[in-house]
């Protein structure tokens, strides 16, 4: 079975930075587009960034010059650095990914790590 396995996450005071890493693993034979998403308390979940296999990026407007996405694909590995960290960037980060197995093309997803932004 494919899984991802996220990590970084923490609380960091308002202007700080953190990194959060996703890793699949399994039974893949080619992992597509990988991605961020994040839900806050009360909000419905929004994309953070998204990064193709070539390495095209792209951003939520409110993450535009201070948070960086990346991949590493002979580690099936996705990064989020978080520079410049607000309070409203608190919530749970997902990780994404699209993977081709042997059954078939799917989205599949990590299990969440808190991003806590407070002084």
């Known amino acids: 079975q494919v899984q991802l396995v996220e990590s970084g996450g923490g609380l960091v005071q308002p202007g700080g930075s953190l990194g959060l890493s996703c890793a699949a693993s399994g039974s893949i034979f080619r992992v597509n587009g990988m991605g961020w998403y994040r839900q806050a308390p009360g909000k419905q979940r929004e994309l953070v960034a998204r990064?193709?296999?070539?390495?095209?990026?792209n951003y939520t407007d409110s993450v535009k010059g201070r948070f960086t996405i990346s991949r590493d694909n002979a580690k099936n590995t996705v990064y989020l650095q978080m520079n410049s960290l607000r309070p409203e960037d608190t919530a749970v980060y997902f990780c994404n990914a699209n993977i081709v197995t042997w059954s078939g093309v799917h989205n599949y997803w990590g299990q969440g790590t808190q991003v806590t932004v407070s002084s």
């Open positions: 990064i193709t296999t070539s390495g095209s990026t």
